[in-house]
């Protein structure tokens, strides 16, 4: 089993910033890609990024430029830095691992970007 705790979320102003942090524990022999998904209320969830296990980057249109993901492999944890965040970037945003043929999910954060 993996286990993934997420921190970093919050409420933060138009333009501001924040950054998430997603760590991973428990029976782990290989991490594989890990993303960050959002939510927002009445929406589906979506994907905002992923990172794969050499580093290579996807992001969704509407956070390229401003979104950056990266991990830190012997930490077992993924970030996402949040700059010039804008109110539609207001969900909660999860963190996914894929791990042993499966992937997890964390418990999620709620970031809120109003003024």
């Known amino acids: 089993q993996v286990q993934l705790v997420e921190s970093g979320g919050g409420l933060v102003q138009p333009g501001g910033s924040l950054r998430l942090s997603c760590a991973a524990s428990?029976?782990?022999?290989?991490?594989?890609?890990m993303a960050w998904y959002r939510q927002a209320p009445g929406k589906q969830r979506e994907l905002v990024a992923s990172i794969g296990i050499s580093g290579g980057t996807n992001y969704a249109g509407s956070v390229k430029g401003r979104f950056t993901i990266s991990r830190d492999n012997p930490k077992r944890t993924v970030y996402l830095q949040m700059n010039r965040l804008e109110p539609d970037d207001t969900a909660v945003y999860y963190c996914n691992v894929y791990s042993g043929g499966r992937g997890y999910w964390g418990q999620g954060t709620q970031v809120t970007v109003s003024s």
């Open positions: 428990g029976s782990i022999f290989i991490i594989g890609a």
